[in-house]
């Protein structure tokens, strides 16, 4: 089960805090993916950017219902 994050009395839902960060870590592997020769050789880049979020997403909900979170 994910736990909300209570701010100030407005919960915030624990599944678009994984959101939020599978987003930003995409945003580091794309980067990471530009600076290095791997990018340029894809022929679809939005397509594989997309797929990349949906995969990191899917590892971090793994990840932390393992965990117990």
């Known amino acids: 089960m994910i736990i909300d994050l209570n701010a100030g009395g407005v919960l915030i839902p624990g599944l678009l805090i994984i ?15 530009a600076f290095s020769a791997i990018y ?3 022929p ?7 797929a990349l979020f949906f995969i990191i997403l899917a590892l971090m909900k793994q990840g932390l219902n393992a965990t117990g979170f």
Request: glycine share 0%.
């Open 19 to 33: 959101v939020f960060a599978a987003f930003l870590c995409t945003l580091f592997v794309i980067r990471f993916f």
């Open 40 to 42: 340029r050789l894809l």
């Open 44 to 50: 679809c880049r939005s397509l594989a950017n997309i």
